[in-house]
């Protein structure tokens, strides 16, 4: 049986050290000058050229960072905006770092009824079940959101918990307007995001979902911009590790991130995208 | 400047005199005979064959339907499965089905945080802006997945406005699963599904969202399976069209898709994908 993905991730996060995810978002007018000098690439309108620059600044990226970090975080968004050719890429760039060895997270924040929901999980999650694809290389774990409830977030366990995956719901996102619904209050005197967060846990710790070290292979994407709700989410999720985006550019407070992690010294993932990470 | 959506939609219902929209939801394994017949194509396994065998399929059922209904879905997901490749296939579905004058519907329920919404919207939505893809032709409109709240949704309203789009943010959804947090009860006694509801009234109705007919370019996705629902969330949201998923297989009753009409009987648009459609 394959390990379990939380292990996977503890085990990285022990070997480099440091609990932390890199998260590559490329764009293209915000790419080095070293990458996009060439004047000829300097035309966002020409889609190949702009697509080489992005791969060969995603490629370079994962072999910088893969001796010293765990994991790496690739939004779809970025590669999807050039279409079936930024699909591939995106794969190409997914085989790359775990050839290097990294944790893989594809941010996709799929999220559709069951047997969409199926389709989804097989391909932005399952090692290909294609005999001419199978060298295709599928990431570790992805993003899901979970709007839709169970039925929607079961395929993904399910593959998770076949192939040694993981994935991480959408619990308290970080954007400035998440509060609209996820902080909305409920009339027991839980937040819409305590709700998510509920279910999550309980879908965290069905059947042979927990692994060695005490935590499941179905984690929560938690907002590390409010100290006071990570420590209730950190609470009604004792056995999900929190991935944590926005740290350095959507201003998260390093201090909050501490707030998620248990008495094991681990609980948290954090995520920088767009920023310098300090340790 | 475009059209706006609502009014191309509705223009269309009125042309084909039918409020209708046909799911394509294409599954291998469920394909008519005379399409997998073929001993080379009955292996799921060969991407290829299953794509070609697919692509024929949707093309297909395009030329057929078109003279008939005013619109068609296509879940994006079902295309994913085949990686690049499927990609390259949905836009070639998309394209089909405008050029024969259906309304284009992509079912992609994206969502995700302000910039990385904007590269969703400009590739899932916008028509392309590389000029070595102008050939491109994306949907008319697509569904989102509005949790994370207002800031991921505003690039796709942009998109629709400048460009006579639409979309279709999720509010009740059909599947079993819905209910576990879309119908929690929040303490002013409202449900998340209709606090979401007036989160898209709100959006619907901003500056040059509303076309002639009283509709905005911005609806939403509600289940047909329970009338008193429906008829609140007609109530909340009294400028949007409604795309109401599950006709047939999902077990929706069509009197309560009579309750989202308007007393101008215009509101919705029923999409069947797994049944046949009856009138």
Redesign the interface.
């Known amino acids: 049986m394959a390990r379990n993905f939380a292990d996977s991730l503890l085990a990285a996060i022990g070997e480099k050290r440091v609990p932390a995810c890199v998260g590559i978002?490329p764009?293209y007018a915000r790419l080095p000058s070293e990458i996009n000098e060439d004047p000829a690439l300097n035309d966002?309108?020409?889609?190949?050229a702009?697509l080489d620059a992005i791969r060969e600044f995603c490629l370079q990226t994962i072999r910088i960072i893969a001796p010293m970090v765990p994991a790496v975080k690739l939004?779809i968004?970025?590669f999807?905006?050039?279409?079936?050719?930024?699909?591939?890429t995106y794969?190409e760039v997914v085989e790359e770092a775990a050839n290097r060895g990294l944790i893989v997270i594809g941010d996709v924040?799929?999220?559709?009824?069951?047997?969409?929901?199926e389709?989804?999980a097989?391909?932005?999650l399952g090692d290909?079940?294609?005999?001419?694809?199978d060298d295709?290389v599928a990431p570790d774990a992805v993003t899901v959101?979970?709007?839709?409830?169970?039925?929607?977030v079961q395929p993904f366990i399910d593959v998770a918990r076949n192939e040694g995956k993981g994935l991480f719901v959408?619990v308290r996102?970080?954007?400035?307007?998440?509060?609209?619904?996820?902080d909305?209050?409920?009339?027991d005197?839980r937040t819409?995001c305590e709700?998510?967060g509920q279910?999550v846990e309980q879908w965290a710790t069905t059947d042979e979902m927990i692994g060695d070290a005490g935590y499941s292979c179905l984690g929560a994407v938690v907002s590390g911009s409010d100290r006071e709700q990570i420590m209730k989410l950190r609470a009604i999720m004792p056995h999900c590790l929190f991935l944590v985006p926005g740290w350095g550019a959507q201003d998260v407070d390093p201090e909050n991130v501490k707030a998620c992690f248990k008495s094991d010294s681990r609980g948290p993932v954090p995520s920088a995208s767009r920023t310098a990470m300090k340790f």
């Open positions: 978002d764009v966002e309108t020409d889609s190949e702009a939004n968004a970025f999807e905006r050039y279409y079936d050719e930024g699909i591939a794969y924040k799929r999220g559709d009824i069951g047997n969409t929901a389709m989804y097989r391909s932005a290909p079940d294609f005999s001419d694809l295709r959101n979970g709007y839709l409830g169970s039925d929607g959408l996102t970080s954007n400035p307007s998440a509060a609209e619904l996820q909305a209050r409920l009339e005197g819409v709700l998510m279910h």
